[in-house]
């Protein structure tokens, strides 16, 4: 069958083009790498009346059959663990092991929104402005560099800039029932301990269940897949050789 390909999942407002840098770094440490555009993001032309959580899940399971006859890992940024968890909750077969890089890690009942509001702290909340469809919200502009670029070069900011899209809000507001086949899933945890939108010490809260030694740090922002592509690259492959 060989070995799985590991599938890679963006956060808000984001797609599969901040992997930009990631993909070649791991195919150069011998990991095939894929990503995807979730409904609603990037080239993807699905109406943000109509994504959800569910639709976001389906995105991953198809990709992920698409990629590898039996499981593979998924990783998932920031928002995106909610996304990767809905697909494992369906269909844990399917999923080898989750990897959350400065993600938000379910907890039973509650949704992403839910989360972020319980939070330590609320970095996120002046940047973010709602869409005039009252479906979707966007971040401001002037907070992208302090809230998600802080140690990434002009040109990545203008990349992602670029390429940012509307979010929409119904994903982020559906809460998740656990099973136990998700909680017995292998599951690994990056924290960023320089990010300016999920707290790092929150981080390291919704973290704590998580097994011994699969909690891992970068000195990294919120998005490491710019500022340190090859570190990201070989944390990843220590938690797919663990």
């Known amino acids: 069958m060989g070995k799985a390909p590991l599938l890679l999942i963006h956060g ?7 992997w930009r840098d990631v993909i070649p770094a791991l195919a150069a440490r011998g990991v095939d790498a894929r990503a995807i555009d979730l ?8 109406p ?16 992920a059959r698409a990629m590898h006859d039996g ?4 990783l998932g940024h920031s928002m995106a663990g909610y996304a990767i968890a809905a697909a494992a909750l ?5 999923v080898e092991k989750l990897i959350f890089l400065c993600a938000y890690v379910p907890q039973e009942g509650r949704s992403l929104v839910d989360l972020r509001k319980a939070g330590p702290r609320q970095p996120l909340l002046p ?3 709602m869409g005039a469809d009252g479906i979707s919200f966007s971040f401001a502009p002037e907070y992208h560099k302090p809230l998600f670029y802080q140690d ?14 509307p979010q929409a809000i119904l994903p982020q507001a559906t809460p998740l029932a656990l099973t136990p086949a998700y909680e017995a899933l292998e599951k690994h945890y990056i924290r960023c301990t320089e990010d300016n939108v999920i707290p790092t010490e929150y981080q390291a809260h919704m973290a704590r269940d998580f097994a011994p030694g699969h909690l891992s740090t970068l000195p990294a922002s919120h998005s490491p897949f ?3 592509p090859e570190r990201l690259a070989d944390r990843i492959v220590g938690i797919l050789d663990h």
């Open 90 to 94: 369906e269909a844990p077969e399917q």
């Open 226 to 228: 710019f500022s340190m």
């Open 127 to 129: 940047a973010i402005r």
């Open 39 to 46: 409904p609603g993001h990037g080239a993807d032309t699905t």
């Open 71 to 74: 499981p593979v890992p998924v």
């Open 48 to 63: 943000l009346a109509e994504v959800t959580l569910e639709r976001y899940a389906q995105a991953i399971l198809a990709a």
């Open 12 to 18: 808000s407002c984001h797609g599969a083009w901040c």
């Open 152 to 165: 990434c070069a002009d040109a990545d900011v203008a990349f992602a800039r670029a390429h940012l899209t």
